[in-house]
């Protein structure tokens, strides 16, 4: 049983490995021109691969431009998600500019900061929903379409991450 395993995820990866030779440059080019940046546009071509992973059973079986098809319509589905929330986000250079105009930044906050930069951007921005904002992880949950358990998870994780940078010294 074991060796059945192992091998149905080596065709697995060789399967997800051998699309992603195949198209991601132009996967990445459509992503560009729907997201106009670069980092959503990566961001939206590995959440298609995540998503061909999940469901790389169906697309073995599909002729090969059904499976372009397949993942183009992918992509835009997970560059649509990303507008959507880039709608919601909090901007930190906005929150920086507001906290320099406001008082003058301790050291303390400046650190803060420079830890809130390093993380993810759906991390860091539900971060400061959460303690900048004040929003409850309902209120979060509510607003972006996901569960209050998922957006609670969420804030634990960034938190987690920025105790361990500062736990090794290494922050960015």
Not at 23 to 37: E, G, H, I, P, Q
Not at 147 to 161: G, H, L, P, Q, W
């Amino acid at each position: 049983m074991q060796q059945v395993t192992k091998s149905g995820k080596k065709r697995k990866w060789q399967a997800v490995e051998l699309l992603y030779l195949s198209y991601y440059n132009d996967l990445y080019r459509y992503a560009l021109s729907l997201l106009k940046n670069a980092d959503d546009a990566e961001d939206a071509v590995q959440n298609t691969f995540l998503y061909v992973m999940r469901d790389w059973h169906n697309i073995l079986t599909m002729k090969e431009s059904q499976k372009k098809n397949y993942l183009f319509a992918a992509l835009r589905n997970a560059s649509l998600d990303i507008l959507r929330r880039r709608k919601h986000e909090v901007s930190l250079e906005e929150l920086a500019l507001q906290e320099k105009a406001t008082c003058h930044m301790t050291r303390e906050r400046q650190e803060v900061l420079e830890a809130l930069r390093g993380l993810a951007r759906w991390h860091r921005d539900t971060l400061i929903e959460a303690y900048v904002l004040e929003r409850t992880s309902g209120e979060i949950a509510e607003r972006l379409g996901m569960k209050k358990n998922a957006i609670e998870k969420r804030i634990d994780r960034a938190k987690a991450a920025i105790r361990g940078w500062y736990r090794t010294g290494i922050y960015w």
